[in-house]
T-cell receptor, first 112, second 114 residues
Framework: EAQVTQNPRYLITVTGKKLTVTCSQNMNHEYMSWYRQDPGLGLRQIYYSMNVEVTDKGDVPEGYKVSRKEKRNFPLILESPSPNQTSLYFC???????????FGQGTRLTVV | RKEVEQDPGPFNVPEGATVAFNCTYSNSASQSFFWYRQDCRKEPKLLMSVYSSGNEDGRFTAQLNRASQYISLLIRDSKLSDSATYLCVVNGVYSGGGADGLTFGKGTHLIIQP
């Protein structure tokens, strides 16, 4: 089944404790992105990648890191999480060009 | 600046009614358009693409007006299960730095009432 898989689905952590949210897609998509969604603010792009080893900042990159060592994987790293990073996170992937995006099921992160 | 604007609602509509949403976009170079549906706390899922000539999928009809830079979604004979947030998504090629060309509206919240 074609899908984008995120893990974990739910995470509660403490301020400053490094964490990684994994994202994997099995559709051979070139593009992958991370978004956060907060009430009233919609989906905001954190980082995106157009191919292996090619990443760039989105609209809200501060406090996040990403890597794209393999085409299928695009992990999101929070080196030192803070409470303002409490949010619902989505990974998405799509083919290059003017195509629709496919989303993972989301990761609900709470930083206390 | 690239923008996609939607009325956030909520739209409270009785079951069986017809409801329409509009979405405007600012970049005339935008090349493809989509409507996504998002249920509460779940991932957005593609509802339908929007083609230049307009297109229909069952009770759903999407229209594109390039001259006025808006797209619309019409839902006929609304069902309780149509209650969700509908996201307008525009995909284009943007020059310069920034995101990868996929821009999301903030969504329109629809509530179908029995």
């Amino acid at each position: 089944e074609a899908q984008v898989t995120q893990n974990p689905r739910y995470l509660i952590t403490v301020t400053g404790k490094k964490l990684t949210v994994t994202c994997s897609q099995n559709m051979n998509h070139e593009y992958m992105s991370w978004y956060r969604q907060d009430p009233g603010l919609g989906l905001r792009q954190i980082y995106y990648s157009m191919n292996v080893e090619v990443t760039d900042k989105g609209d809200v990159p501060e406090g996040y890191k990403v890597s794209r060592k393999e085409k299928r994987n695009f992990p999101l790293i929070l080196e030192s999480p803070s409470p303002n990073q409490t949010s619902l996170y989505f990974c998405a992937s799509r083919f290059r060009g003017i195509t629709e995006a496919f989303f993972g099921q989301g990761t609900r992160l709470t930083v206390v | 600046r690239k923008e996609v604007e939607q009325d956030p609602g909520p739209f409270n509509v009785p079951e069986g009614a017809t409801v329409a949403f509009n979405c405007t976009y600012s970049n005339s170079a935008s090349q493809s358009f989509f409507w996504y549906r998002q249920d509460c706390r779940k991932e957005p899922k593609l509802l339908m693409s929007v083609y230049s000539s307009g297109n229909e999928d069952g009770r759903f009809t999407a229209q594109l007006n390039r001259a006025s830079q808006y797209i619309s979604l019409l839902i006929r004979d609304s069902k309780l299960s149509d209650s969700a947030t509908y996201l307008c998504v525009v995909n284009g090629v943007y020059s310069g730095g920034g995101a990868d060309g996929l821009t999301f509206g903030k969504g329109t919240h629809l509530i179908i009432q029995p």
